[in-house]
């Protein structure tokens, strides 16, 4: 099965910082998933990468996906309390989601 | 667009009793929904995967008897713990899915039951 590494685990940030997220992937990535979730809440979908190379920006959060599809990195610019929560990255594996541990974000005033 | 309802967000119930959960995709049909299981701090871990009118496919390791999936229509699936105790108390999700590109669908989760088992 596809195995996801997140990076970092959790961090705090200062409103109004950047951060960035990462993702690697023990196989090759068909199909990278961001989402965003509120404890005790749903996932929230963000954005989706299939090429090598790729890039998608929605608003202030923006995603890479590498040329050799094995990794990938969510980047939030200027963050804002909004921003705070858990950010998982999935895997298309087999038709099914593989999901990473999650990355925690706090986002302090 | 892409909206995934569940029903109901939270249950307590008694040992032994048996809880349905609902999930809809209110507007987009859905030919796969997902259950999931999520606990404390923990990422979600895949239960089943539940194709319209066929039976559910679920993972290694979770007892199809204990977990009943029913996907009658293209936008509702429900999933029945049966004999519920309270190890089976956690956050249960699930998602539907719409092809955006490619060949795979994209996951729209619903918000979530938080069961818990008395």
């Known amino acids: 099965s596809q195995e996801l590494e997140q990076s970092p685990q959790s961090l705090i940030v200062q409103e109004g910082k950047n951060l960035t997220i990462n993702c690697t992937s023990s196989k090759t990535l068909y199909g990278l998933y961001w989402y965003k979730q509120k404890y005790g809440e749903g996932l929230i979908f963000l954005m989706m990468l299939q090429k090598g190379g790729e890039e998608k920006s929605h608003e202030k959060i923006t995603a890479k996906l590498d040329e050799k599809k094995q990794q990938s990195s969510l980047h939030i610019t200027a963050s804002q309390p909004s921003h705070a929560g858990i950010y998982l990255c999935g895997a298309d594996n087999d038709y099914k989601l593989s999901f990473g541990a999650g990355t925690t974000v706090t986002v302090r005033a | 667009g892409a909206v995934v309802s569940q029903h109901p967000s939270r249950v307590i119930c008694k040992s032994g009793t048996s809880v349905k959960i609902e999930c809809r995709s209110l507007?987009?049909?859905?030919?796969?929904m997902f259950w999931y299981r999520q606990f404390p701090k923990q990422s979600l871990m895949l239960m089943a995967t539940s194709n319209e009118g066929s039976k559910a496919t679920y993972e290694q390791g979770v007892e199809k008897d204990k977990f009943l999936i029913n996907h009658a229509s293209l936008t509702l699936s429900t999933l029945t713990v049966t004999s519920a105790h309270p190890e089976d108390s956690s956050f249960y999700i699930c998602?539907?899915?719409?092809?955006?590109?490619?060949?795979?669908?994209?996951?729209?989760f619903g918000p979530g039951t938080r069961l818990t088992v008395l």
């Open positions: 998602s539907a899915g719409m092809n955006l590109a490619g060949s795979t669908d994209t996951q729209y």
């Open positions: 507007d987009f049909q859905a030919t796969t």
